[in-house]
Each structure stands twice: as C-alpha cells, then as structure tokens.
C-alpha cells in the first residue's frame, strides 16, 4: 500500500494506524505548503487534491480519513480497532466524524490557514481567532466524552488515533493548553510504539 501524506496533517493519523497493522506500506510526501497536491502527478491519483490518500494493494484509491480509518480497522478484525455492535460503531462513527468535520475542519483549518477563509487580509486575525474558539470548544467536548477512559471508547480505536492528531496540533502548532485527561492521553498515545514508528517515519520525531 502507499500512503500519500503530508508531515504533520491529518494524514498522521492514517500513519499511525498503518503502523499498527503492521503490514508493509509506502509512504509518499505530497508537499502541501509547495502546492504539490493540485500538480500533476498527485492530482491525476486524487482530483480530490488532499491527503491522506490511500492506495491499496489491488490499486485502487481510497480517500476521506473516516473512509480510510473504517477500511483499515475492518480488514483487521483481530486488532479490535472497529469496537463491535451496532451501538458502539455508531458512536465510533459520531465522534471521528465529530473531530474530522467540527474541530479539524472548522477549527484548525481556520488557525491554520485563515487566508483560505477570506479574500481579505485584515479578516484573517478574526478568522484564526474564531478556529482557536471552536478548537477550544471542541477539546472541552473531547474531554467530556473520554472522561476518565484510557481511550475514547474505553478500548482503543481508529478514533484515538485521530485524537492524538487533535492533540498533537493543540500542543505543538496551535499553543492550546489540553484538558488534563486528554494531555494524559496525548502522552498514552506518544508511549504506543506504532505512533512512535509514525511520527519518526514522517520527521516529526
């Protein structure tokens, strides 16, 4: 398999997971802050223009991080990353789409990249301060789902991956001080050895 990925986005949370698996995959840079995602070579494997992107053994693409996450974590059963039950994937699938859609997309997008939110420069500052308020937000209500659990669903899963990537900007980009429990298990993850193997294989280390 080959993983399109860029240091430090979201895509480290596919990274991680893969490195849980265990089986042999590629990874592949794709320089967002080169524009690399809208040239040629990747554009013709994802028009989407964004990583992650995954492209499996048979060659076929598979894109979206839940898409991604629910694929890997359902093709290795035994590795108990998909919680079993119609009730516990649903709330598997309520807070991953919780993280990637509200407190990623609506919140550190808008840190991040507040240009791409408004045509006008002076906007920015408000921009990147609304991002930093729903981030915010969207730690406290995290912090409240995982309570006093090793992991969001109580065992560990896809979704704890895509938390370490919330936690990983909250402390490292964005200066935003985590809820107690969720520094404990932004440090939880950091001790697992398949993140270590991901944050080392994309220079982050």
Partial sequence: MKLFY??????????????????????????????????????AINPKAKVPALVRDDGTLLTE??????????????????????EAEARLLEVLDYMVATVHMRGFARIFGPARFTPTAADEPAIAQTGRDIATDGLKAL??????????LGTYSVADAMLFCIEFWSVGRAQIKLPENLAAHFERMKARPAVARALAGEGLA
């Fill in 65 to 86: 991080l839940p898409a991604i996450a629910w694929w890997l974590g359902k093709t290795n059963p035994t590795l108990g990353m998909i919680p079993e039950g119609a």
């Fill in 6 to 43: 860029f240091p430090g986005a979201c895509s480290v949370a596919i990274d991680i997971m893969l490195e849980e698996i265990g089986k042999p995959f590629e990874r592949v840079k794709v320089d967002l802050a080169k524009g690399e995602q809208f040239k040629g070579e990747f554009i």
């Fill in 143 to 152: 912090s409240h789902m995982l309570g006093a659990k090793p992991y969001l």
